[in-house]
């Protein structure tokens, strides 16, 4: 999420690249969006899934001969997508250990976006300090690694400007090169076939499609009832992605393949949905809301809301462990878009087999835990301190914070290498 810099009050039906940028409200609860043509938590249909994985054979009676066992069928993934190599298990190849040969010479480092700083900080993460800081362009949101792996995108949206651009950073080097001039980069991602990077314009309620190594622009879906679209993941076998509408508690559900809007979702209480992370599964997604402090629970395939998890004071983003067991929610410690210094910020600990909290690490003397990732090992969550111009890196095993000092207002780092293939954007979500 980030600042003022964007108008509610945007028509509708006239959103078009030159729209004129408004103020966002600062602490108010988010207005009420108009309503979609499906009634609240009712949807348009949602494109088939048709590569569920079978829920298992029931077991033989007592005294009887077992079946033999029957393997999961093959997931039905979308052309030029990777295989899914465990149907039940998307981050089987995001464990410790697993980093791309394409990737094993890159500098290990954890690279943080400076919003008010127009800059990035770069931290060794060997010694937890600050090895080098460059300018980027205006107000750089997020540090997004490529679908091939190959490229970390700074994405600058330009709060309240049209003069947005995405810097590139080469990972084998640690250094910045030319920026290239995109409208209004809050966040991307990339579909997982790696066709398409998908910018998302949230000023303009609008997903551009991109080539995502030139960024020339394909084509774009206009989500209108989506006010403040910024996070996003994918459906296990890619035909789907499901975005946050910060401002109205609502998601817009997207087909990735034909490039259109399926259809939204009202979720029932808090009204800011923030980050959004597919479970193991693939099917099953969960949704930060920092009103409702806790994570909502929504079917993907169905398009349903179906349970919530209480955590923390403003829920703000989600990261899977290292070995996929469970799921790290970071609170940011206040309902305001400007929240204050030293908030009761801290990180929630969600088991995915229970959908329990389990755990729960304050943020000593007080934070703002906002955007991040995991380490390649697994043992240091690594979050931006929003509010408090601080980096956090997180034992997960003791909660233990290391805080280093970086850039004015820190926003969504990330850490660099990482296991997995390819990523789907983000902070670096890898499969």
Known sequence: MKFSRHAFVVSLLGLTLGAAPATRA????????????????????????????????????????????????????IPGMPPVLDPHDIYSETVAGKISPAIKDDLARVYVPNLRGNSVSVIDPATFKVVDTFKVGRSPQHVVPSWDLRTLWVTNNAEGSNDGSLTPIDPRTGKPGQAITVDDPYNMYFTPDGKYAIVVAEAHERLDFRDPHTMALVGSVEAPQCKGINHADFSIDGRYAIFTCEFGGYLAKIDTVNRSLIGYLKLSKGGMPQDILTAPDGHKFYIADMHADGVFVVD?????????????PGTHGEYPSRDGKFMYVANRGSHKIHGPRRSPGSVSVIDFATDKVVKTWPIPGGGSPDMGNVSADGKLLWLSGRFDDVAYAIDTETGDVKKIPVGAEPHGLTVWPQPGRYSVGHTGILR
Not at 56 to 64: E, L
Not at 300 to 312: L, W
């Open 26 to 77: 600062q602490e108010a609860a988010p207005k009420t969006v108009p309503a979609s043509p499906a009634a609240p938590n009712e949807t348009a249909p949602a494109a088939p899934v048709t590569n569920a994985p079978a829920s298992g054979a029931p077991s033989a009676a007592p005294g009887a001969s077992a079946a033999p066992a029957v393997a999961d069928a093959p997931v039905q993934t």
């Open 300 to 312: 993907g395939d169905s398009f349903k809301e179906t349970g919530f998890i209480p955590t923390g």
